[in-house]
Nanobody
Framework: QVQLAESGGGSVQAGGSLRLSCAVS????????MAWFRQAPGKEREGVAV????????VYADSVKGRFTISQDKAKSAVSLQMNNLESDDTATYYC??????????????????WGQGTQVTVSS
């Protein structure tokens, strides 16, 4: 069974940077998509970025393109989300998610069956 362990997050001023990491274990297929979603109070869950665990190009939400980068950390079996030039609208609880797909990775929550516990990101203006 796939297990996820998130780390990172915290508080930062607008324009600052944070890095989230999600360690994954228990998977046997390279067709594992790893994604970050976020949810702010009173708002719907939003897909942020996704990629295959074995690498390749990431797919991003328009709201974070050019500011966030998803990448793999093969040595740690983890996926990281580097968040630069943070804005107050980025404030949310961020969740790591994993799901299998042989047809590419998409930012649709229904395609992910494994979720992390969430980590808070707060950006103050």
């Amino acid at each position: 069974q796939v297990q996820l362990a998130e780390s990172g997050g915290g508080s930062v001023q607008a324009g600052g940077s944070l890095r989230l990491s999600c360690a994954v274990s228990g998977y046997t297929s390279s067709y594992l998509c790893m994604a970050w979603f976020r949810q702010a109070p009173g708002k719907e869950r939003e897909g942020v970025a996704v990629m295959y665990i074995d690498g390749g190009s990431g797919v991003y939400a328009d709201s974070v393109k050019g500011r966030f980068t998803i990448s793999q950390d093969k040595a740690k079996s983890a996926v990281s989300l580097q968040m630069n030039n943070l804005e107050s609208d980025d404030t949310a609880t961020y969740y790591c998610a994993a799901g299998f797909s042989i047809n590419g990775c998409r930012l649709q929550a229904r395609e992910f069956s494994n979720w992390g516990q969430g980590t808070q990101v707060t950006v103050s203006s």
